[in-house]
């Protein structure tokens, strides 16, 4: 699981986009005032209950509001990847399996494409 800034736009593998690494909140007393990009706000309003306990669906007058949103600092993303170069664990995998079909041997610390029939890709 990697959370950070994007190093590639796309995902390598999919082209696919990365997800935004946001936080949910629930039960503010305000609406969100900050800098950070903010989504899906919604007001909760509470009202005095005036039920006893066999009829708690009865409400009373309005007493206040609560706040749910989603903040997002607007540059951090996250893959269950263990690097920002895949969207998801699923295409790092998908990648490698496909880089090793194609010939791609580690040499040392180098990546190294090999010609079908050389002993050392087999
Ligand atoms: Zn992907």
């Known amino acids: 699981m990697a959370v950070g800034k994007k190093i590639v736009d796309k995902c390598v593998n ?5 997800r935004k ?3 949910t909140h629930f039960g503010e ?9 903010c989504y899906k706000t919604s007001e909760n309003k ?9 009829d708690p669906v009865t409400y009373g007058d ?8 989603v903040l997002w600092d607007g540059e951090t993303y996250r893959t269950t990847a263990g690097s920002m170069y895949f969207c998801s664990g699923k295409c790092e995998k998908e990648f490698g399996s496909d880089c090793a079909r194609a010939n791609v041997r580690r040499i040392g610390g180098t990546l190294v494409r090999f010609n079908k029939g050389d ?3 087999s």
Not at 62 to 69: K, M, R
């Open 29 to 37: 007393k305000e609406p969100y005032k900050g800098n950070m990009i």
């Open 62 to 69: 309005y007493t206040h509001s609560t706040y749910s949103y």
């Open 46 to 54: 509470h009202y005095k209950s005036i039920g006893g306990p066999y």
């Open 119 to 121: 002993r050392r890709a």
């Open 21 to 23: 690494s946001s936080k």
């Open 14 to 18: 999919c082209s696919g986009n990365f």
